[in-house]
């Protein structure tokens, strides 16, 4: 039987009942939505990053409270939806509750809930697995079997950890659609932007620190207390794409306007905090978005972002990201890399053909101990070896392959091309930063593909 109520997805003895899903997010709902996501924004600032206020001040509790009970009544009504949206919008919250993140915490709810739902209605999409899963288990897999010959217990945990983080994120991505409508992924991945933005812009003009010695201490001026300016601007950088999309395609004009405030917010994020890899793919990945639009006035958006980005760079405030280029102190970073990559290739040298083992990086003994190589191919090829770098590779294939494979007519083959910038931003911006490395950014990497590939595919499936 068809679900076409006007409350769909209410958790309860109706969320569990079998059915076949139908994804329509409600006025009512989207209302809800919007008011628990500025109360969660709200409160993610203020108690993250706002002069530095802690969760157990006074203050900190009350603005906790408030969200709480703002989005609290939503929240056990459509559980699922305030989870994906809950999920992304939580990524800036710098404390961790029993050794997990909040994101993680709300990631591992949603997949028990989606396995609830599935088994209830024994829905064939609960086992049956993507291609893209596929090859993704079989790197994961080939890295969990190095644990053999890893000497750091703990280390090797904690890449099992954020490998299993990316594997969840694919599984929930890719089965969305059976859950929530497009809409309320779409929200939590605005949200997801919307507060890492604020937070890092928040973090920074609280500092009390003069321009000058910002820019000497990047790091320390956007940390939200699992990275600082690059790996903000990195999670910030995959989402660029598809919030274009968002914002030229969605139906609703509010969301449109709101979508262009969330990226003139990223556009201003990356210009001040000033990471040059980010930044410059940032613009490339601008241009190429509406160089390869499908609308007849492709040339004008090209040309209007090329003034709109260039305006900002000619700006006061890209100055220090203008220095970036220039400055030998700055520059002496390259050289920095360089070393970096060499020693890397040893250590891949030293441990060939299978690779030193998960996370045994930062406690191998050579020259690199504890400094990250700043490319994740030479991280693959290091730890895991030649198998782990072919496993990888095939990953990249089959998900490229897939995005190839996307619906013919123009909404589809726009999102499909975001997809596509989105994918080469990624990987191109592996080559020279941490980026897989990091939980976050793992777990936001296959939530962003499995899910816009989910719904880009299947808008409804029988179960």
């Known amino acids: ?15 569990l009942t079998p059915r076949s899903v139908v994804a329509v997010d409600t006025a009512p709902g989207r ?26 001040s006074l203050p900190g509790l009350l603005v906790l409270a408030i969200a709480l009970v703002v989005g609290g009544t939503w929240l056990l009504t459509r559980l699922p939806q305030a989870l994906v949206v809950l999920g992304p919008t939580l990524f800036p919250l710098p404390f961790m ?24 209605w024994r ?8 291609d893209v899963e596929v090859a993704n288990l079989a790197y994961v897999g080939w890295a969990l079997f190095t644990g053999f010959w890893c ?17 969840t994120g694919l599984w929930i991505g890719l089965r969305l659609r059976n859950v929530v409508g497009r809409r309320s992924f779409e929200l939590g991945l605005t949200g997801c932007a919307t507060t890492l933005a604020i937070s890092a812009l928040v973090r920074r003009s609280s500092t009390g620190l003069s321009e000058k010695t910002l ?55 990356q210009v001040l905090i000033a990471s040059r890899a980010a930044s410059v793919l940032f613009v490339a990945g601008v241009l190429a978005f509406f160089g390869r639009s499908v609308s007849r006035r492709r040339w004008l958006a090209v040309g209007a972002a090329a003034v709109g980005l260039g305006g900002l760079l000619a700006s006061p405030l890209s100055a220090g990201l203008l220095a970036r280029f220039t400055s030998v102190r700055d520059m002496g970073s390259i050289v920095v890399r360089i070393w ?54 095939v990953v990249l294939i089959v998900l490229w392959r897939r995005i190839q494979r996307a619906p013919g007519d123009d909404v589809g083959r726009e999102r499909a091309h975001a997809l596509h910038v989105a994918f080469w931003l990624s990987q191109l911006h592996t080559l020279v930063e941490p980026t897989f490395q990091g939980p976050q950014y ?20 029988r179960t």
């Not at 829905?123 to 993507?130: G, Y």
């Not at 299978?354 to 020259?367: A, F, M, T």
């Not at 777990?443 to 299947?458: E, S």
């Open 215 to 269: 820019l000497l201490h990047r790091d320390v001026a956007t940390d939200l207390g699992y990275g600082g300016a690059n790996f903000i601007a990195t999670l910030l950088l995959v989402l660029t794409p598809l919030l274009l999309v968002m914002a030229r395609r969605s139906v609703s004009r509010l969301r449109r306007v709101a979508t262009w405030g969330v990226l003139v917010l990223i556009a201003l994020v």
């Open 97 to 120: 509750m029993r050794a997990l993140w909040p994101l993680e915490l709300t990631t591992f709810a949603f997949a028990a809930l989606v396995a609830v739902q599935g088994a209830v």
């Open 151 to 167: 000497g750091d217990g703990s280390e090797y945990l904690t890449g099992v950890r954020r490998l299993l983080l990316g594997v």
């Open 340 to 393: 970096y990559w060499r020693e890397a290739w040893r250590r891949t040298i030293a441990g060939f053909p299978w690779g030193i083992g998960l996370g045994q990086g930062r406690v191998w003994p050579d020259h690199l101990q504890h400094i990250d190589p700043h490319d994740y191919w030479l991280f693959v090829s290091s730890e895991l070896g030649v198998i782990g770098v072919v496993a990888w590779l």
């Open 442 to 461: 793992q777990l936001l990497h296959f939530w962003v593909f499995g899910g816009w590939l989910g719904y880009a595919f299947h808008s409804r499936e």
């Open 123 to 130: 829905a064939p999409w609960l086992t049956r697995l993507e």
């Open 31 to 56: 209302r809800a939505l919007l008011v628990s996501l500025a109360a969660v924004v709200l409160a993610t600032v203020v108690v993250g990053v706002w002069l530095g206020l802690g969760v157990l």
């Open 1 to 15: 039987m068809r679900r076409t109520g006007a409350d769909p997805y209410a958790f309860g003895v109706t969320f």
